[in-house]
């Protein structure tokens, strides 16, 4: 479910989590989903699709991609830029950014955008999933996209844990030394919540992770 609050704005679930106030109703449950895979679809994937063309660094003009929402899913006559509003800025992983008039994805692309994201405040180690066939191969040659983009690295081990559950049972989580990575000048960009983005990751900047394996998340999610 998706409301507002009129004291503390956008929220998802029954009633504001601040204060309890059953808010104002924008969007159910299974609306929500659906608008939420369209403008991520659109915004990270297919813009053409939808008769939109995204600014290199990634933008679409709101109104813009609230009218192609609209022409190709009569069912949204009520759809507005506030309900985008709502469903970006209460998105529990971050993936969007809103500027002005525009929104974009911050990571999942696989449509070719420049990402103009902070570089600042990245952690001294992120994670990322394997499948425990791929561990020996990716410790020798490094990370690379592959449906992707950029190599999209979890916060935490149990993130990265999460987002491998999608592909494997029990996933291998590798740790990245981000000061290493760093110095050999490759750019560390933070995307969402728990995401940061990177060209690759050259094999003298993996090791495995060492720490307790995380335990099964609640949120399998794919990023």
């Not at 609306?31 to 915004?43: F, K, P, T």
């Not at 008039?101 to 600042?120: F, K, S």
């Not at 990245?176 to 110095?183: E, H, I, S, Y």
């Not at 995307?191 to 003298?204: S, Y």
Request: charged share 25%; net charge negative.
């Amino acid at each position: 479910m998706l409301k507002e609050c009129v004291k503390h704005g956008y929220f998802r679930g029954e009633a504001c989590p601040v204060c309890s106030d059953e808010g104002r109703f924008f969007m159910d449950d299974r609306e929500l989903d659906h608008m939420a895979r369209i403008v991520a679809g659109i915004l990270r994937h297919f813009p053409p699709r939808y008769g939109l063309a995204a600014e290199k660094t990634g933008w679409v003009q709101m109104r813009d991609l609230v009218q192609a929402i609209r022409n190709q899913h009569r069912n949204y006559p009520w759809l507005k830029a506030h309900h985008i509003v709502a469903l970006a800025m209460t998105d529990p992983k971050g993936r969007y950014e809103i500027r002005d008039d525009a929104i974009r994805a911050t990571y999942g692309h696989t449509v070719e955008v420049e990402l103009d994201l902070p570089t600042d405040n990245i952690p001294e180690n992120l994670f990322y999933p394997v499948t425990p066939e791929e561990k020996e191969l990716v410790l020798e040659v490094g990370l690379r996209p592959t449906d992707r983009k950029k190599v999209h690295l979890s916060l935490t081990a149990q993130d990265a844990y999460n987002a491998g559950k999608v592909r494997c049972e029990t996933p291998t989580i590798l740790s990245v030394d981000t000061q290493k990575a760093v110095a050999g000048g490759h750019v560390i960009q933070r995307a969402g919540k728990t995401v940061f983005l990177v060209d690759e990751v050259p094999p003298e900047m993996l090791s495995l992770y060492e720490g307790s394996l995380p335990v099964a998340g609640t949120d399998q999610e794919a990023e």
